[in-house]
């Protein structure tokens, strides 16, 4: 008897196999997919990078205006002055060492 003859193979190689053809062919339709598709890859991605750092720029100006907008109330219920919109970032540039506004951190 000669080797290959008396040595089958084993049962895992042909579940290796089905496993690397059907990653494959999800793989192959995909890309035919998006061959087709009127969309752009990062629009079917969901991928905005521009638009996000915009987002998120305007969410932050947002959030500061609220913050300001807040503690100024607190500050006339507690009879004190506001605070200027300049001396409200000067303030947070002290406390997070944020460089947005100009100033190099400390």
């Known amino acids: 008897?000669?080797?290959r003859?008396?040595?089958a193979p084993p049962p895992a190689i042909g579940l290796?196999?089905?496993g690397v053809l059907t990653g494959a062919g999800i793989i192959i339709?995909?890309?035919i997919i998006a061959t087709f598709s009127p969309m752009s890859s990062s629009e079917i991605l969901g991928f905005d990078p521009v638009g996000n750092a915009a987002r998120r720029a305007a969410a932050e100006?947002?959030?500061e205006e609220q913050?300001?907008?807040l503690q100024?109330?607190?500050r006339r219920e507690a009879g004190e002055r506001e605070v200027a919109e300049e001396e409200f970032h000067a303030e947070i540039?002290?406390?997070q060492g944020d460089t947005r506004y100009g100033a190099p951190p400390s």
Do not use: G, I, S
């Open 93 to 95: 540039q002290r406390e």
């Open 5 to 7: 003859e008396r040595m």
């Open 67 to 69: 913050m300001l907008a």
């Open 29 to 31: 339709f995909l890309l």
């Open 16 to 18: 290796v196999l089905l």
């Open 61 to 63: 100006a947002e959030d």
């Open 72 to 74: 100024n109330r607190f």
């Open 1 to 3: 008897m000669r080797y």
